[in-house]
């Protein structure tokens, strides 16, 4: 069912684990089958320095968060806010249509944890835009 690409993340998850005394962090759940997701930041001068993952969920969920967090690395804040489930979605090579939400997990972790980050550092909550498939 799955690619190469989506298999390899699944086995070889990168960025697992959890970051002790992260600036943000975000838990979000497929209230339909009941996976969950959390992802921790690390954040110097708005840029991500480090993030983390623990996902109990389905392998496309797994690879998802994996990539994702892959693509965040590194970048600022404002960057990794605009990673679309569909850009995880890609750069995974695709995910199976009735697999495609899960990948929207990842990205609503990621606002979730920015937004954490944010509103500890006084600063405004970014709104979700909802451009995202469901
Ligand atoms: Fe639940 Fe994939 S089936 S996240």
């Known amino acids: 069912m799955y690619n190469e690409k989506v298999m390899d993340h699944f086995e070889h998850p990168r960025n697992q684990g959890a970051i002790e005394a992260a600036d943000g962090t975000g838990e ?5 089958c009941g996976d969950i997701m959390k992802i921790y930041l690390k954040v110097e001068a708005d840029v991500i320095t480090d993030v983390k993952f623990q996902t109990f969920g389905c392998g496309a969920a797994v690879a998802s968060s994996s990539m994702a967090t892959e693509l965040i690395k ?4 404002a960057e990794a806010w605009e990673l679309s489930n569909k850009a995880v979605a890609e750069a995974l090579e695709g995910l199976p249509p009735q697999k495609l939400h899960c990948s929207v997990l990842a990205e609503e972790a990621i606002h979730t944890a920015i937004n954490d980050y944010r509103t500890k550092h006084g600063l405004e ?10």
């Open 125 to 134: 909550a970014w709104e979700e835009t909802g451009s995202h498939t469901h």
């Open 74 to 77: 590194g970048r600022t804040l």
């Open 28 to 32: 979000v759940g497929n209230a339909q």
